[in-house]
């Protein structure tokens, strides 16, 4: 299969996705485009902020997207290219989209509440303790995976095979654009705040900041070793997860969303104008054995490793946790997760062409290593036949990928703040009589810092090792998020149907991969011993498979209860 056969097959699939079944749901589940959304209702300047669709959209698309779609997919090819084609496809179509939709559908009813709110609401009290701890200790663990991913790209330097030190020029351009585009995202905050130009205006300044931090960046390039942009990114999400969404969150991720954007059009030429070839087989085979000669199989690897693009418990923290919160209005919401989810898929069938375009040994040849490194020299490969310079478009690309890692980044270290202080509070505390303990549990800046403290600790083990177990408890949590949002639509007597398949299936892929990552960590503790990395790690994947378990088994109790009439429709 070519390049451009691949790409037209997502393109007719994804494009009648969500003028077909985007469109059914809607009418399905119904919205009311007169209601006063949670962002008016609910206003306080900080969380609660009414936000463009454009806006919405951007932070939706940018804070999702990360480098989730690219790794996965590229990782996942060692099984061919046909399974991660149909994964990508099915899962994004059937799975993500109607999970992200359903998240931010549930929480626009119940003004702008995370599905931990929507679990007690529905499910009880228990429940919503035990999917908030659960929500923290994953929240610390996409955090600690995607620092590390993000400091990687920042690195100025890199050691060569005789030990010699070098300049890495285009991580120090990434690093400058990517601080310039906090330094100027705040600078946009306002501008968007108090100005009153309309959104095209607005969109012409912030294509025009843009523009400047990457001209910039490419001419003077910043050099920090890895160690000190570890420290310089969580002082960033530290600051980041408290301020308020319209002075940083909505203008950064506005700005990278337009980023995003002009890479996926980009691509997307580039396959048109150079159709690469496809090198990569069909299928493999089931099982395929690792660096380490042991076995990884098809079933559940494929499923965990694809999550951004397919399917993503993340997706309906942000869902949730942020975005429900921006919507001016309820018509919004299908275009904003619905459509932002299938860009997405676009992105990851982007990844699959980008590493089918080598063949066997070529990428590391190149010197090039990591999936994001391969997917920027493959599309520089491909642009370069329309005579766009290829270290240029190679730079850019990895720009492109650090600024989504760093968007998810400050994203979901809020989203661990607010589970973290949720998890404190019931829907009858009284805020004015709270005690000591509890107060200091609820302060937002205590529960910044202890989440990201354990996010630094976890941090220093390494991407590679942190992204099995990572990739596990992010589709453990589109379980419970799936569960969550087929008992609203239950108690509100709405369909829902749709949303069992999905989660059923995902179950059995969670937990058969999460045990089989406890019982690899427990061996690897029996040979080397008590060692930080792979101790935290076990402590994890335990907490997260028993947290996982009792959340579901409430949330399929409810399920399958008789239906309680006297529940009012929300």
Known sequence: MSGILMMVIAIVVLGGAYLLYGRYLQNKWGIDPNAKTPAYEMEDG???????????????????????????PIQA???GWLPVLLWILIGGVFFGAVQDFASMYASVKNKG??????????IGKLGKKLFLLFCWLFCILVVAAFADVVAGTFNGFATNDVGEVTKVVANGA????????????????????????NKWINTLVAIALLIVAIALGLNFPMYLNLGVWH???????????????????QPRD????????????????????ANPACNLDAFTAFAIPDANGNPQYLFPILFVTIACGAVSGFHSLVSSGTASKQIKNEK??????????????????????????????????QGLTTQPQIFAGAIANFLSVVGLPHSLVFTLINLAVSAFALTSLDSVARVGRLSFQEFWLDSDTDDDNMSPFVKLMTNKYFATIITLVLAFLLTKVGYAEIWPLFGSANQLLSVLALVACAVFLKKTKRQGCMLWIPMVFMMAVTFTALGMTITKLSKALVTTGLDLGNTLQLVFAVL????????????????????DDKKATA
């Open 544 to 563: 997260l498979l028993i947290l996982g378990v009792l959340v579901a088994i409430q949330g399929v109790k409810k399920l399958l209860e008789k239906t």
């Open 77 to 79: 090819a060692i099984f």
């Open 113 to 122: 509440r995370t599905i931990g709110y929507i679990i007690e609401e529905y």
């Open 231 to 249: 420290i310089i990114i969580f002082v960033y999400i530290l600051i980041a997860s408290v301020t308020p969404v319209w002075a940083l969150l």
């Open 332 to 365: 919004n919401m299908l275009p904003v997760s619905f459509g932002a989810m299938l860009m997405e898929s676009m992105l990851a069938i982007l990844a699959l062409i980008a590493v089918a375009s080598f063949s066997k040994g070529e990428a590391a040849a």
């Open 46 to 72: 900080v969380d609660y902020v009414p936000a463009d669709t454009n806006v919405v959209f951007g932070h939706q698309f940018a804070s999702i997207a990360g480098a989730g779609p690219i790794n996965g």
């Open 254 to 273: 506005y700005l990278n969303s337009y980023l995003l954007i002009f890479m996926i059009v980009g691509a997307v030429i580039g396959v048109f104008v």
């Open 174 to 197: 990434v690093a400058t654009t990517s601080m310039l585009f906090i330094i100027e995202a705040v600078a946009l905050g306002f501008f968007l705040k108090y100005s009153k130009f």
